[in-house]
């Protein structure tokens, strides 16, 4: 018995060595380069993100802007990875701009102007001369780095379209009420409590912002006080991306109550023509929100707003998504539970018929037979 438990020991301690050694590809999420900056007469470092179909199409990418690159480029193309793109936002080219200590805070102060013809002559230029990318460009920046968007993004209104920052962040007034943009201009703030040596700079540009709430500036500011100044940019830049793509998304709500405060169908219709607006493509609501609402009528017992649904988005039950024994079923039944015994039968019967001999065989032919004994 002794000997069988050492065989067993070293046979596993020798699995486990063997699968220890072995050695995968690389995982890259990026390219580093090296612009050789004559603006600012010394190389800089960027990193660049290419979203994962940029080589088997033809179309054209925004580009998110990291300051700071060297912290928060990563977390910029986490959130890419991880938001199901293009579903939750479009697929973005994401570029790091890496800041050197000693120089950084000089830059994004004194010597502000210089940088922002880095920023334009040296950086978007390489980036659009280089890459198939749309005018559509947001700029990220934490502490310091966010006092100096805070002032560009309302200067060189045509040089980024939104901006996120954190962390620090103010305008006189006079440089808001000279803000003049003929398109609009997203601008996302945000903040803690906690972050006690930057926020009362950020509370008083939001209280500038909201006297003067300057045309065509689209601002939100947001704080976040269970965060502190070192975890609140990776949050910022999660939030702020979704802000400025606060339209690209399917709708989803949470409550048949929230669907008819905002608007109900008129509200569903005014929502997809804004976002094809803005984004291109059709303007007619899209799959994902019809089905959101037919489930959530089904899901709150609401046989009104589903039978309603059902009837209003009828296109969307012939999609692949309702191809199965499942859904015939749970529709049926639903059908069935509220005495609609011919939209009942319906289900029950093509569940039969074009999907046989399934795990919900008996149930249908169960719920076929009441709804055709009560409809007599």
Not at 24 to 33: C, D, E, L, R, V
Not at 59 to 80: C, K
Not at 183 to 209: C, H, P, Q, R
């Amino acid at each position: 018995m002794k000997n069988i438990i050492l065989f067993v020991i070293i046979a596993f301690s020798f699995c486990s060595i063997t699968i220890a050694q072995v050695k995968g590809a690389q995982i890259s999420i990026g390219t580093n380069y090296t612009i050789s900056s004559k603006i600012l007469e010394q190389d800089r470092d960027i990193q660049i993100y290419l979203p994962k179909s940029y080589s088997s199409s033809n179309q054209n990418y925004d580009v998110l802007y990291i300051l700071d690159g060297q912290r928060f480029f990563t977390n910029g193309v986490a959130i890419q990875k991880s938001l199901r793109t293009p579903i939750a936002l479009p697929e973005m080219i994401v570029v790091g701009i890496n800041s050197i200590r000693s120089l950084r805070r000089n830059l994004y102060g004194n010597e502000s102007e210089k940088f922002t013809s880095f920023l334009k002559d040296e950086i978007i230029k390489f980036i659009d001369s280089n890459y198939r990318t749309t005018k559509e460009r947001i700029i990220f920046g934490w502490e310091a780095a966010a006092y100096y968007i805070s002032e560009m993004i309302l200067s060189e209104k045509e040089l980024f379209s939104g901006a996120i920052i954190t962390d620090g962040g103010y305008v006189s007034e006079d440089i808001v009420k000279e803000f003049k943009s003929n398109t609009d201009v997203y601008l996302y703030m945000a903040n803690s409590k906690k972050d006690i040596y930057y926020v009362g700079s950020t509370d008083a540009f939001n209280e500038i912002l909201i006297k003067h709430n300057p045309k065509n500036l689209i601002w939100k500011y947001e704080l976040f006080n269970d965060e502190v100044h070192q975890s609140m940019p990776h949050l910022a830049m999660y939030k702020g991306l979704k802000y400025y793509y606060h339209n690209y998304d399917s709708l989803v709500f949470e409550s048949i109550e929230s669907y008819e405060d905002l608007g109900g169908m008129q509200y569903l219709n005014t929502y997809f023509k804004e976002r094809a607006k803005r984004f291109e493509g059709v303007d007619n609501i899209d799959d994902n929100t019809k089905n959101g609402l037919i489930w959530l009528a089904w899901n709150r017992d609401n046989y009104m707003y589903f039978s309603f649904f059902m009837t209003e988005f009828k296109d969307v039950l012939s999609t692949p998504r309702y191809a199965s024994a499942y859904w015939q079923n749970r529709l049926g039944q639903f059908y069935l539970k509220h005495k609609d015994y011919k939209n009942a039968i319906e289900f029950f019967k093509r569940g039969l018929e074009q999907y046989p001999d399934t795990n919900f065989q008996t149930a249908m032919e169960q719920g076929l037979k009441e709804a055709q004994k009560n409809s007599n």
